[in-house]
């Protein structure tokens, strides 16, 4: 299919660093292998559906500016989601990435009803799997969007009216069944709009409890299903509501233990959104790892003076190494992936800017990959931080550890040893070591 994108003959092909090539990759290099993996299998990229095909470019204080033919008033709405499908799988065919990802309402019509909304869905699924193998393109993970229509104004599941709840359990049970014929490798529950503006009118215990329940609905149909992918929770500290549920990995973490939901519910990890909870990318990566909950990323990054979720394509390979240095300790990706869940500028208005800018987001992530490799495989970095913790496998720290050890046990201990010395952090030393895996990826 050369439709849409007519000024890009693809596939975009790898030519190497000294390539000058805008439309050629100078780091992925899908086929080569990196820490006994294919890079193609490290990254896992997908490219969205939302931001590159469903959105136009609009912002709060303007129209859409983007080239989207689809979007044309007077289309049969049918058939302007089967043209957008066209160009999404033409892109992803020719951007030669390996997984797509999609909202339930950016592939298909929302209709009248909710039967005819699921009936327009299966539709457009049908569609799907035909541009899927015929493209070899695969699903890293399907949503459901409850959040767009005004119906969710006051949230799904936690909404404060039970008939709200249960429009989003149908929505989410046609979505992941969807998701299941697609042969999706995992399945997202970003919370929208589970949280709220103002206490004045809302019962934050009631929410959560909605909150749980909800969720164990959909463990409990993903199994009755026979769906093997992940369900995974994708934190978000606010935006669009002032106090969102799902924070930060940490919160969500607590949320799974509370309601016994660990080993069933992992996290999606988006970038932006780990900087706007006041973190950042690999500090959200090495918590959702100690938990255990790892499972994907939304790879993007945020803006350093803008206080919201910008969703720029990743530039930077100093920010995105940290993140895949955690991502490679713990073993990497198992059915999760990087998924470009970010946009272009409102003023990237030309057709090939969409490759220009996953272009540069593959290549940030497999330079990053490739420093993070390195780092890993040399190990001192590792070994900085295994000799700083050094004295938690000798004689103290285990006694400490195995509950040998008591308050006025260590109090009678301190009476008789010195002042303990103390060591340094060697921070800078460790930037610097860090400086150089990154001006030496190649
Ligand atoms: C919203 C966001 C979503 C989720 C899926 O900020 O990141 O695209 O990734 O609903
Ligand atoms: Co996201």
Not at 198 to 223: C, P, S, W, Y
Not at 256 to 284: K, M, P, R, Y
Request: glycine share 10%; with cysteine.
């Amino acid at each position: 299919m050369t439709d849409f994108f007519t000024t890009v003959p693809g596939p975009i092909a790898y030519e190497g660093p000294d390539s000058d090539n805008p439309l050629a990759f100078r780091w992925y290099d899908a086929a080569r292998t990196v820490a006994g993996r294919r890079m193609e299998d490290h990254l896992r990229f997908a490219a969205c559906y939302w931001h590159s095909f469903a959105w136009d470019g609009s912002d709060i204080f303007g129209a859409g500016t983007l080239d989207r033919p689809w979007h044309r008033e007077g289309l049969d709405p049918l058939d302007a989601a089967k043209a957008k499908m066209a160009a999404a799988f033409e892109f992803f065919e020719k951007l030669t990435v390996p997984f797509w990802c999609f909202h339930d309402r950016d592939i298909a019509p929302e209709g009248r009803t909710f039967k005819e909304s699921a009936a327009l869905l299966d539709e457009m699924v049908d569609e799907a799997q035909g541009h899927m193998e015929r493209t070899g393109t695969q699903l890293l993970w399907g949503t459901a969007n409850l959040f767009s229509h005004p119906r969710f104004q006051a949230g799904a599941a936690t909404n404060p009216d039970p008939e709200l709840f249960a429009y989003a359990a149908a929505q989410v049970c046609h979505c992941l069944e969807a998701t299941h014929r697609l042969g999706g490798q995992n399945y997202v529950l970003w919370g929208g709009r589970e949280g709220y503006e103002t206490l004045l009118n809302t019962d934050i215990g009631r929410e959560l409890e909605q909150l749980a329940r909800f969720l164990a609905m959909v463990v409990e149909h993903k199994h009755r299903i026979g769906f093997d992918g992940l369900i995974l929770i994708e934190p978000k500290p606010f935006e669009p509501t002032k106090h969102q549920y799902d924070f930060d990995v940490a919160a969500v973490h607590a949320f799974l233990q509370s309601h016994d939901l660990i080993g069933e519910v992992h996290v999606n990890i988006e970038v932006n959104h780990a900087t706007l909870s006041g973190h950042d990318f690999a500090h959200e990566v090495a918590v959702a790892r100690a938990a255990g909950i790892f499972g994907s990323v939304d790879a993007n990054a945020g803006d350093d003076r803008l206080g919201w979720d910008v969703d720029r394509f990743p530039v930077s390979v100093e920010q995105m190494t940290l993140g895949m240095y955690e991502i490679l300790r713990g073993g990497g990706f198992d059915s999760g992936g990087c998924n470009f869940d970010a946009k272009l500028r409102r003023q990237s208005t030309a057709r090939d800017d969409l490759f220009h800018a996953h272009i540069g987001g593959m290549d940030t992530m497999a330079r990053s990959l490739l420093a993070a490799a390195a780092m890993l495989e040399d190990g001192e970095l590792a070994g900085a931080v295994a000799d700083r913790y050094a004295g938690w496998d000798d004689d103290l720290g285990r006694r400490i550890m195995s509950g040998e050890e008591t308050l006025p046990g260590l109090r009678d201990r301190a009476l008789g040893v010195a002042e303990p010395g103390r060591t340094s952090g060697r921070q800078e030393a460790l930037e610097n070591l860090v400086a150089r895996y990154v001006e030496r990826a190649r």
